[in-house]
């Protein structure tokens, strides 16, 4: 997969937002309205979140998405 590393650079980038929020995935899942499984392929890096997932995501950390996306490893364009 093309963008393999940017994908997990975001989900690892996810788990620490959230463990620093002291929040389970259960939890994050909860507030986003998203499922359990979900919060854990992104955070493993096993699946790309889709803009309404990422957009909840933000919602439920209480941040802006443009410093969710914001993760170390992602590819900027040039």
């Known amino acids: ?3 393999a ?9 996810l788990r620490r937002l959230r463990l ?7 939890a994050l899942a ?8 979900t919060v854990q392929r992104i955070e493993k890096g ?5 803009l ?4 909840a995501l933000a919602q439920a950390l209480k941040m802006p998405l443009r ?3 914001d993760a ?4 900027q364009p040039v």
């Open 46 to 50: 096993e699946t790309a979140a889709s």
């Open 20 to 26: 620093a929020r002291k929040l389970t995935q259960y």
């Open 72 to 75: 170390p490893g992602i590819d």
């Open 5 to 13: 590393a940017g994908i997990l650079a975001f989900g690892l980038h």
């Open 67 to 69: 410093e969710l996306v």
């Open 52 to 55: 309404e997932v990422l957009l």
């Open 30 to 37: 909860d507030y986003a309205d998203i499922s359990r499984p």
């Open 1 to 3: 997969m093309k963008h």
